[in-house]
């Protein structure tokens, strides 16, 4: 599979202004080269990093899409899509629902392009950078540090798919459970239509609200999901129901780099104990995603982290932990409208993307 297939949207916004510093350019790329260079890097572009997605959580949050390059000694070695989002007259490079969607650099440049990006924004009233990598990407954080990024280490759980049985790596009680769900004929596991996708939105409201929060998604993102990605290739949707009835459901993206990621998975407590049902709903759902993902090439199944219950579960579901670096940066400039305090008018003249 290629990324050139799925275009992101039409500009919204773009860079005019190249800062070049020890050999280190940011600039401003077409679509065609953005995707010539994630098609020729497939390795390093991980599922949420994927333009046609990225314009799916772009329309999902109001937020605009800046297409960067990066350059060293003329030669790109690297692109990112920022997803941004505008407070007033700052804006933030804003962090989303969604794993791994920084930069794609050549990891030998990342930390400098870091330093780079940030100036960069700041020069166009981007205060703020929030953003990740995934556990294959590893990178010296020593410079960016030191230079006011805020490094937040993070874990995720991650499934192999290279074993022949997917659930070789789950503990026996898991794999116990899921086989006797699976052969209850009252159990159903399948692709929704467009109707039954509403039910996303109801069973992701139950999973956030028993871990005593609430969900972070839109109330269309059913819908917009739906549109966008029902037909898509590179993303996987899966419910389960018990007697018709919908129970729970799963939204997986495939990444050009073998790793599929679990990208959203809600399941219906209260119906579940309506219906009577003491059934693995979840280890269902995952089992259905990962042999979706293995049958696509994936060698992988990233699950995320969560709290330290759902973490629980999804080491029980053979989900070894890895690590991620998450990094975080605030111009100084803007610091002191991010906390409230006065400064708005001196930003009014700066250019914005």
């Known amino acids: ?27 401003n790329i077409t679509y065609g080269q953005l995707n010539d260079f994630l098609d020729a890097n497939p390795e390093k572009v991980s599922a949420f990093n ?29 692109v990112g899509q920022l997803l941004i989002q505008r407070k007033g007259p700052i804006g933030v490079v804003q962090g989303v629902p969604a794993r791994y969607t920084g930069p794609v650099v050549k990891p030998e440049i990342l930390s400098q392009a870091l330093l780079k990006i940030k100036d960069y924004l700041g020069y166009h009233g981007i205060g703020k950078i929030i953003t990740d990598f995934p556990p294959s990407v590893s990178f ?3 410079d960016i540090e030191k230079a006011g990024y805020k490094i937040k280490p993070a874990t995720s759980r ?32 399948k692709q929704p239509n467009e109707d039954e996708m509403s039910f996303l939105g109801k069973s992701l409201d ?17 819908a917009i999901v739906w549109v966008r990605h029902h037909s898509d290739p590179f993303v996987h949707l899966s419910l389960i129901s018990y007697e018709h ?8 993206a495939l990444g050009l780099d073998q790793v599929a ?12 104990d309506r219906l009577g049902v003491n059934y693995p709903i979840s280890g269902v759902l995952i089992k259905d995603a990962a042999e979706w993902a293995k049958g696509e ?18 080491r029980r579901m053979g989900g070894i932990q890895l690590p991620y670096i998450s990094v975080e940066y605030t111009h100084p400039l803007y610091k002191p409208l991010f906390n409230g305090r006065a400064g708005i008018k001196q930003l009014r003249g700066r250019n914005k993307l």
Not at 58 to 73: D, R, V
Not at 163 to 184: A, F, H, V, W
Not at 261 to 272: K, Y
């Open 1 to 27: 599979m290629t990324s050139e297939k799925y275009l992101p949207h039409e500009p919204t916004t773009s860079f005019e202004y190249s800062k070049s510093s020890e050999n280190i350019n940011i600039h």
């Open 50 to 78: 994927r333009p046609y997605l990225k314009g799916t959580l772009a329309e999902l949050y109001n937020l605009k899409i800046s297409t960067i390059g990066i350059s060293a000694n003329g030669v790109l070695q690297g």
């Open 140 to 142: 010296d954080t020593t």
């Open 158 to 189: 991650v499934i192999n798919l290279r074993d022949e049985n997917i659930l070789t790596q789950s503990n026996e009680g898991m794999r116990r459970g899921i086989r006797k769900t699976l052969l209850d004929p009252k159990i159903e596991v």
């Open 206 to 222: 139950e999973s956030y609200g028993n871990q005593g929060s609430n969900q972070p998604y839109p109330s269309n993102m059913p």
């Open 245 to 252: 009835n919908p129970v729970g459901m799963m939204v997986t």
């Open 261 to 272: 990621c679990s990208w959203m998975i809600g399941v219906d407590h209260a119906e579940i």
């Open 297 to 314: 090439g994936a060698y992988s199944l990233d699950l995320g982290e969560g709290p330290e219950s759902v973490g629980e579960f999804k």
